[in-house]
């Protein structure tokens, strides 16, 4: 069986991060058949005692020994004066945050900073690491079952891989991004993924439905009882959502308020199987929203589109992508095509601007100011003779 760290090990590793200011992270988890993903597996690379990033010292740790006290670790992940360096961080901080209930702070995702650093969008651990240090793994273990247990040696090299050069690609990008002037850039969106959380909130689960705004006041309070039902249905049960109730069959039934079995029957999506292991708590969550006051929808509705938007769509998105090539940043970073929808809507029916990241910050420096000037006629753009996008005005 593999040796993974025990007390001792997990307390010399946060000492040394506190010692350095540095080191690296990734994690391993379930999702599959689970209300909430499971955190299996965190693996933490530290720089050696005199800072060389190409002889780090790596622990494998194991959240599921619930004889294992993590609060060494999860005190070095919230120290400010540490930075953590992860790839893909979203998830993991989610989940470090949910299940050591720690913060992170000082993050540098790695395949966030990429993209301004030249790199594609979105780029894997092992393509980046192959561009950019010439390193290749040897990839074997990714999709076996991390939460059982003993643990091969197969998987547990598999994980110390994930960051054994880690922190040396991140050296390598910052270097990169503080010649070209993008380090804060990269940073400040670092931050902003440090307060991620994968904790479902009713509330924020019933905003989220589909055509949820669209209902009367009566069905919407009965959807946010029958949301509020299935959350604590799927948590005791640590089941999928979807497998208890899917958010279309969710809205349907609050729509039609159905009183019995054979009205749930009309509703698409309530098979046998969930009828019959499901359908009288349903109902009863029908009856309880019937008896909640109504719930109108108070928020800014957003103005139709145009369907003669697209093409201006098209035109903001050309020079958008225009800008982030010429400054070797990747375009997700800057717009997405929702964000010029909003903007290309809210200028056409005079409304003021709408609250998307491309108008604030760095982007608006970069690309904002001039969207705004090409939608009032100020700008103009034209294909030259290497058949490059060029924008006049």
């Not at 009367?216 to 089941?239: F, H, I, K, Q, T």
């Not at 959502?241 to 019995?260: G, T």
């Not at 009205?263 to 309880?288: C, D, F, P, S, W």
């Not at 705004?372 to 490059?388: P, Q, S």
């Amino acid at each position: 069986m593999p040796v993974l760290a025990d007390a001792s090990a997990l307390a010399a590793l946060a000492a040394r991060a506190h010692e350095l200011g540095r080191l690296a992270i990734d994690t391993e988890f379930m999702g599959e058949g689970r209300y909430r993903t499971l955190l299996c597996l965190v693996q933490v690379a530290v720089p050696s005692p005199d800072g060389d990033l190409d002889d780090v010292t790596i622990e494998v740790v194991d959240p599921l020994d619930e004889a294992l006290d993590p609060s060494p670790l999860a005190a070095a992940l919230a120290d400010p004066a540490i930075e953590v360096v992860m790839h893909a961080a979203r998830q993991d901080v989610a989940l470090l945050r949910r299940t050591w209930a720690t913060e992170i702070t000082g993050l540098f995702d790695t395949q966030l900073a990429a993209g301004f650093a030249g790199l594609r969008a979105q780029m894997g651990y092992e393509p980046m690491l192959s561009e950019v240090l010439g390193v290749r793994l040897g990839k074997s273990a990714s999709f076996t079952r991390w939460d059982a247990r003993p643990l091969s040696d197969e998987q547990v090299d598999y994980a110390r891989d994930d960051v054994r050069h880690l922190l040396r690609l991140a050296a390598s990008l910052q270097e990169r991004l503080g010649a070209g002037g993008r380090l804060e850039w990269a940073r400040e969106e670092c931050r902003a993924l440090e307060q991620v959380s994968d904790v479902r909130e009713p509330d924020a689960v019933f905003a989220r439905l589909p055509r949820v705004n669209g209902l009367d006041p009566r069905a919407r309070a009965v959807a946010r009882e029958l949301v509020g039902w299935r959350e604590e249905a799927a948590r005791s049960a640590d089941r999928p959502i979807a497998s208890v109730l899917n958010d279309a069959a969710l809205v349907e039934v609050a729509k039609r308020k159905p009183r019995d079995t054979d009205g749930l029957r009309q509703v698409r999506g309530m098979n046998e199987g969930t009828l019959r292991r499901r359908g009288k708590a349903v109902l009863e969550a029908v009856e309880r929203g019937r008896e909640r006051p109504p719930l109108p929808y108070e928020g800014d509705r957003q103005p139709p589109h145009d369907h003669q938007d697209a093409p201006v769509v098209a035109l903001c998105e050309a020079m958008v992508r225009a800008r982030a090539m010429e400054a070797e940043l990747a375009y997700e970073l800057i717009a997405a095509r929702a964000d010029l929808q909003q903007v290309v809507t809210a200028v056409r029916t005079g409304a003021g601007e709408p609250g998307v990241r491309t108008l604030e910050g760095w982007r608006r420096e970069l690309v904002g100011e001039e969207l705004l000037a090409l939608l009032r006629g100020d700008r103009a753009l034209r294909v030259d003779g290497e058949h490059r996008v060029i924008v006049d005005g």
